[in-house]
């Protein structure tokens, strides 16, 4: 019989029973369905963090008081409130600071904002206008905060599109409205344009006031929780991390930089602890879904037992006429091929689709890993050869004679 006979015949003899075939592949389909998926959706939510991040400059450095295990200088865990104005003003004014070009003080702290009947809880972040340019924002509406703002500690907001849509509506122009944050009112200055920001840093469900306001009015607080650096160029990081690192250390009467009370980041930093968050995560759940492919391919397997204890006359009669032993293990090799290759290319198509419909709703960018579907082609394959190889040869060994007396 010629191979090309066989392949015909197998895929007649799957056609048979239709459902024993639908739930023989349904296992391979989900478990293909599923790694390719979450593979897709990993990296999706990966390049939205890498692109948040870039958003707000290649060249940025960030300090926050309290040491980490990261940035120029480390060591054991300090106050949260070792960063204060005044060192921002150094960084700024220091002669020792040449590799610096703006340098933003911040204070922020999280709190329900109401308009109306209408409420939201968001980050309140007051800033300096170096802000501005530091983390390159642009406004759709109004205008940003001013230095006239902060030297007059004004009841003026800024508001990011996430606040805006949850207080006024989608596309709203609020500018000129009052908010109240902290059973304070405050008039609505502009609006920021939207980066895309979900969850990590999200820098559209922000409340932009001035630092001196959210201080000495809201918060009542005289320290800083971070400040932000804008870098020359992005080849003078390094330089510029040491120069902060050690006149802060100056500063802080610091002679030890294990001592250090505050962490210096990057934005590579930021983006490799990202990526390295995401990569895991996205690992962690393939592997889970990967085992859904195990018991596809058991199942398989079962079914193939099943088929072979069903057609044992059959298989009787094939030798009994000459067949040879390559032929009858080519025979139920190729139809447990065809039933795990068929799942998985039914389960690519439908791990895309899911993946392009969740990527939608949860606004990631969309992107298929052609690694996973070349992955998922190939693991069907294997799996295929793998779980029916047993079944093939077991019917193979089979004597002609009592294959034939089978009942």
């Not at 003899?13 to 349904?26: E, G, M």
């Not at 802000?131 to 990011?160: H, N, P």
Request: hydrophobic letters at 45%.
């Amino acid at each position: 019989m010629e191979y090309s006979e066989i392949v015909i015949e197998a895929v007649s003899t799957l056609t048979v029973n239709k459902l024993r075939t639908f739930l023989a592949t349904l296992g391979i389909v989900i478990g293909i369905g599923s790694v390719i998926a979450l593979i897709s959706l990993g990296q999706s939510s990966q390049k939205a963090v890498q692109t948040q991040i870039q958003s707000l400059g290649s060249n940025m450095l960030t300090i926050i008081p309290g040491a980490q295990n990261t940035g120029v200088v480390r060591g054991a865990a300090g106050g949260a409130t070792t960063l204060t104005f005044d060192d921002a003003q150094a960084l700024k004014t220091s002669t020792k600071i040449t590799a610096v070009k703006n340098v933003s003080p911040e204070f922020s702290r999280r709190i329900q904002i109401t308009t109306g009947k209408n409420n939201t809880n968001t980050q309140i972040l007051g800033v300096t206008p170096a802000y501005e340019e530091v983390r390159k924002i642009t406004l759709t509406y109004g205008t940003f905060i001013s230095q006239k703002d902060v030297e007059s500690l004004t009841k003026v907001a800024v508001l990011g599109p996430q606040v805006v849509a949850d207080l006024f509506g989608q596309d709203s122009n609020p500018v000129g409205k009052m908010v109240r944050i902290n059973s304070q009112s405050f008039k609505i200055i502009g609006v920021t344009v939207s980066k895309g920001g979900t969850g990590f840093q999200n820098q559209d469900d922000l409340v932009f006031v001035p630092i001196s306001t959210a201080q000495k009015q809201l918060f009542g607080a005289t320290n800083l929780t971070s400040i932000s650096i804008e870098a020359q160029n992005e080849n003078v990081m390094t330089e510029a991390q040491d120069q902060i690192g050690y006149l802060l250390l100056a500063r802080h009467k610091l002679n030890d930089p294990s001592q250090a009370d505050f962490t210096i980041f990057s934005q590579n930093d930021l983006l490799g602890a990202a990526s390295q968050v995401t990569g895991t995560f996205t690992a962690l759940l393939s592997g889970i879904a990967a085992i859904s492919l195990l018991v596809g391919g058991i199942g398989i397997m079962n079914i193939m037992l099943v088929t072979v204890t069903e057609r044992t006359r059959e298989i009787g009669l094939r030798k009994a006429l000459g067949a040879k032993k390559k032929i009858i293990i080519f025979q139920f090799l190729i139809e447990s091929i065809i039933l795990t290759f068929a799942g998985g290319l039914i389960g690519m198509i439908l791990g895309i689709v899911i993946s392009l419909i969740i990527a939608h709703f949860i606004n990631v960018p969309f992107t298929v890993s052609i690694n996973a579907v070349v992955l998922a082609i190939g693991v069907s394959g294997a799996i295929g050869i793998l779980f029916g190889w047993y079944p093939a040869r077991k019917a193979s060994n089979l004597q002609p004679i009592e294959a034939l007396r089978y009942e």
